[in-house]
C-alpha cells in the first residue's frame, strides 16, 4: 500500500495543512509520504494506491503554475480504483475561495475514487483540527474499502 501527500505552499499555509494531515494519518497507524510538488516525479503518480493532493488558490481561483502537470496527468488518468484526496487553504477575501480545490475536485472525482475534499483558511487553527480528523477517517476509510 503506497499512499502520498503532494502538496505545494508559498507562504507556508498548505504545508502546515499537509503536515497535519501527515501526522494525523500516523496517529491512525498510516505511513505516508509527504512530499512538495517540487520533489514529485509526476509521471510515478499511477504507482500509488492512494494520494492526497494539497494546494493553494493563486490568481483567479486559478491552480499555482507548479500544480498544473499533476493536474494534467489526474486528467489524462483513468483509474477508479486509486483512492485519492484533495485539500487545501485560500482566503475568503477572493470572490472564488479555494478555487483550485475545486479544480482538481472535479477533475479527481470523474477519474478516480474521490474520498473527501478539505479547505481551510489561510492558516490551520485549532477550530480546523475537528475537520481535519474528519478528512483523515473519510481518507481512511476509503483506503480500507478499496483494499476489500
Ligand atoms: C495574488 C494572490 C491571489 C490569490 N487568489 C486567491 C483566490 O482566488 N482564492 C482564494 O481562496 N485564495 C487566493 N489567494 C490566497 C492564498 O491562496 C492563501 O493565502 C493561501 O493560504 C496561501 O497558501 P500557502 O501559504 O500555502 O502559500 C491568493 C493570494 C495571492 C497572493
Redesign the pocket.
Known sequence: MRIGIVYT???????ELARLLHELLIEQKYRSQLMNITDFPVHELAEYDAIAIGT???????IPIEMEPIYNEFKGLRDKKMVTAIFG????F??????AVDTFKNALKTNTNLAVTLKVE?LPQKQDLSKCKKFVELFTERIQTSLQ
Do not use: A, F, I, Q
Open positions: 505552499s508559498v507562504s507556508g499555509n498548505t504545508e493553494y488558490t493563486w490568481g483567479d481561483g486559478e487553504t485560500g482566503d475568503r477572493y470572490p472564488h475561495y479555494c478555487g489561510l
